[in-house]
């Protein structure tokens, strides 16, 4: 064979071989589709017509809610959709009649592009084959409805290419930053367990619900939902919290205040039900590099520091228990004592001469060093033990991830040494959480009783409890019935008593027991700086108490001292809590005769308050069918009356509930900030205007 047909040969091979390969590639790729996923896909129906390869894909539940105790919503899902449209399915005699019609809605619903142009655009998408044309980017679940009737859209998928099954479920939180580090969140990382913060994160598992299955196809830019769910997903369960949203709004605004005030750091309170443990508000507020206060740390359960002064409580307790002392018994408190050549003052100098140890308690006198020197210096392993005996070494076990355990010193271990005792005895080298030290308090005010804090009182699915949280006993009792109404007659002369530390915080409505607490603290770097933390915990009302509180400012710039710092913000609490709860107050209608009272309502949901009305037996009449009301008490009835709810306007919420306003705001697609708590009596856009997307809406409550 000459070399010229060789040639031939070899280039009618290459062609060859080359046709082969080729046509494997294809195939190849031709069952990769058609298992893509894990799943088989048709390219052909029954009658031999061209199908869109499909695959099945998780369907996210949606995520259940955390709710306060009185089930106001504290953080929600919001669904938003994605509209797209499909051009290539509508008959051209329809495209040519309503078209123009259609572009008119849009253009008046969602003014970023004229009729003129929506038109060319889905001209344009039909003519290029396009099967996926956005139309609008994360619309309302009302905005949707309205959709579905707009020319052509109102024919539907297949008809009129309405692509509308796109989902996006995003978490919100109606009250802003309230309880924001608390309440937390979940964040997915890759290739590891997603990122647990919070109650979001504790409750995960209840919360998360479980995916359903739902068909995708491939289209030319991807794939994409085609509203095809093969397994309904099971939406998660609802957690129903401990807090009280009126009060923690009310400790929140309070210690804001205080904070802007004084400059601080950072502050804290905590707000406890004394029977059940049950955290009623928690706040943490950090100043952030641009000076305003954030809830970025949860201080409450993270961040242990020497308590100062209201250890001092611990340590009467240890005396009276061990029997060392009375609180009759009297001390000199001059003012200054040396142990091993380092001195500890009082915050008077001079000192206050010969008082009873009630009274140094009251004074908050440091002479508590030398009582306590004296009683356990030849066995501190003595105080140490009863110490740990009223549950002060331990972890208080509680729902939220990230308690870090308490600091007590051990004699012969670590950094003990001779000045140890009467440190620990004022509330140094011993460390406390805020959370911590209002549990002991918390048992003080229960008798004796040391509970838990819990933060979630039930999980709900729907009308189903799925799981009830009831109050937990830690200790049953901390110490002897005698001891403890000597602690109470002493936290109380704090407040109550003349010249007590905490005399400027008495209320006129209500006793109050407590005690203040002033900590030296260095700052981290600068050893020598001196810091000062403000703290004052206790339980009102102190003959009958129903709630404990702890206030803690760190680093303030102005004042320092416990009761000016962190009393004034307990002490307003304390009145606000006061004058909002039911259980403070006598009935108003000395009769007794509660049947012929109309009662007042707030303005809301018609259907809502329909229920609630029949269920109560209060006697009304509507005049109107609309969804939302005002509501005016008469005489003989309650008269429901047709208010201005809003679509694409901005809607009427004044008189209404912080639930009710912030839904029908948000259902414009505007964004709600709160101010304060109760109803409505202000908002900052005036009803009727027209709505923008994005836009906020400031509302306040009082």
Aim: hydrophobic share 35%; with cysteine; proline share 5%.
């Amino acid at each position: 064979m000459t070399e010229e047909k060789k040639d031939i040969v070899w280039r009618a091979y290459l062609i060859y071989f080359g046709f082969v390969i080729l046509m494997l590639i294809v195939v190849g790729k031709t069952a990769a589709i058609q298992f893509e996923g894990g799943e088989p896909i048709f390219l052909s129906s029954s009658n031999g017509t061209e199908k869109m390869p499909t695959r099945t894909v998780l369907k996210e539940p949606r995520r259940g809610e955390l709710l306060d105790f009185n089930y106001t919503p504290l953080v929600t899902s919001v669904s938003f959709y994605d509209i797209h449209m499909d051009p290539t399915v509508v008959d051209q005699k329809i495209i040519d009649t309503e078209l123009a019609d259609l572009c008119r809605e849009l253009a008046k619903k969602y003014p970023v592009k004229t009729a003129k142009e929506y038109e060319y655009m889905i001209r344009k998408g039909r003519a290029n084959g396009s099967r996926y044309l956005l139309i609008k980017r994360r619309v309302t679940n009302e905005e949707r409805q309205a959709l579905r009737k707009f020319p052509i859209f109102k024919l539907g998928r297949l008809k009129g290419g309405l692509i509308d099954n796109e989902e996006i479920i995003i978490r919100k939180r109606p009250h802003g930053d309230l309880l924001r580090r608390t309440l937390g969140y979940v964040k997915p990382r890759p290739n590891a367990e997603p990122l647990k913060i919070g109650l979001e994160g504790a409750f995960n598992d209840y919360l998360k619900g479980e995916p359903g299955e739902e068909i995708e196809q491939k289209i030319t830019t991807g794939w994409k939902k085609i509203g095809q769910v093969t397994k309904e997903a099971v939406e998660g369960a609802d957690v129903i919290t401990t807090f009280d949203m009126e009060i923690q709004e009310v400790a929140h605004s309070e210690l804001l205040t205080q904070l802007q005030t004084q400059g601080a750091k950072n502050g804290c309170v905590i707000v406890m039900d004394v029977k059940t443990g049950f955290v009623k508000a928690m706040v943490n507020l950090t100043r952030g590099e641009d000076g305003k206060y954030y809830e970025s740390f949860n201080h409450a359960i993270a961040t242990k520091e020497v308590p100062g002064s209201t250890f001092k409580l611990a340590s009467l307790m240890a005396l009276l228990e061990d029997k060392k002392v009375s609180i009759s018994d009297s001390v000199n408190a001059v003012g200054k004592y040396t142990y091993y050549g380092k001195p500890i003052w009082d915050s008077n100098k001079r000192g206050y001469g010969r008082i009873s140890i009630q009274r140094a308690f009251e004074k908050s006198s440091n002479v508590y060093s030398r009582i306590i020197y004296d009683a356990y210096k030849n066995s501190p392993e003595d105080f140490i033990e009863r110490l740990r005996s009223f549950g002060l070494d331990q972890e208080l076990g509680v729902s939220i991830p990230g308690e870090v355990a308490p600091k007590i010193p051990e004699p012969g271990k670590g950094t003990w040494s001779g000045l140890s005792l009467p440190w620990m005895a004022i509330g140094y080298e011993v460390q406390q959480t805020p959370l911590q030290t209002l549990a002991f308090y918390n048992a003080v005010a229960n008798n004796g009783v040391f509970m838990r804090p819990m933060f979630v009182k039930e999980i709900r699915r729907g009308n189903q409890l799925v799981k009830e949280f009831k109050p937990q006993v830690i200790k049953s009792n901390i110490c002897s019935s005698s001891t403890l109404e000597n602690l109470k007659v002493c936290l109380e002369g704090v407040v109550e008593n003349e010249g007590g530390t905490g005399n400027m915080l008495r209320s006129a409505y209500f006793k109050i027991a407590g005690k203040t607490g002033t900590a030296v603290t260095s700052v981290p770097g600068l050893e020598d700086e001196k810091k000062y933390q403000a703290s004052f915990v206790g339980f009102f009302p102190a003959d009958d108490p129903i709630y404990s509180c702890i206030v803690i400012v760190a680093a303030p710039n102005k004042d320092f001292y416990g009761a000016i710092v962190s009393g004034t913000v307990f002490t307003a609490i304390a009145n606000k809590v006061y004058a909002s709860k039911l259980e403070y107050h006598e009935p108003i209608n000395s009769n007794g005769d509660k049947a012929s009272e109309i009662p007042v309502s707030a303005d809301g949901n018609r259907y809502d308050l329909i229920q609630s009305y029949k269920k109560l037996g209060v006697p009304f009449n509507s005049s109107t069918d609309k969804a939302w009301v005002t509501t005016k008490t008469g005489d003989t009835k309650v008269e429901l009356q047709e208010r201005y709810a809003g679509k694409n306007t901005v809607p009427n919420v004044i008189g209404m509930t912080a639930k009710d306003a912030v839904y029908l705001i948000e259902s414009t697609g505007m964004v709600v900030n709160i101010q304060g708590y109760g109803k409505v009596v202000s908002q900052s856009m005036d009803p009727g205007i027209p709505v923008f997307k994005g836009g906020i809406i400031q509302i306040e409550l009082k």
